[in-house]
């Protein structure tokens, strides 16, 4: 089994920065894509950013240029850097991993429990 834990929410005001983090543990043989979700009160999840095991990125257009995901593989952890904080960006952060606990296996998907970001004006 593999367990993500989120660090770092909070309450911030509008225009202001909060650091997320989340490091997975486990049954670890490698990890794929790591990534952040959100779920706002009333709304869908949806996609916050992502990156592969090489690097690459990918926002969504509602954050980029404020938002940088970023990981470190031998902490098999993942980080959000949320500057320019807005009203709209208040949600549960969620962080996942695509996880491979050995060489053969299939990657299984992994989620945190979330941690609640508040945006206040």
């Known amino acids: 089994q593999v367990q993500l834990v989120e660090s770092g929410g909070g309450l911030v005001q509008a225009g202001g920065s909060l650091r997320l983090s989340c490091a997975a543990s486990?049954?670890?043989?490698?990890?794929?894509?790591m990534g952040w979700y959100r779920q706002a009160p009333g709304k869908q999840r949806e996609l916050v950013a992502t990156?592969?095991?090489?690097?690459?990125?990918k926002y969504a257009d509602s954050v980029k240029g404020r938002f940088t995901i970023s990981r470190d593989n031998a902490k098999n952890s993942v980080y959000l850097q949320m500057n320019s904080l807005k009203l709209e960006d208040t949600a549960v952060y969620y962080c996942?991993?695509?996880?491979?606990?050995?060489?053969?296996?299939?990657?299984?998907?992994?989620w945190g429990k979330g941690t609640l970001v508040t945006v206040s004006s």
């Open positions: 996942y991993a695509g996880v491979q606990a050995t060489r053969v296996g299939p990657v299984v998907d992994y």
């Open positions: 486990g049954s670890i043989f490698s990890i794929e894509n």
């Open positions: 990156i592969g095991s090489g690097g690459s990125t």
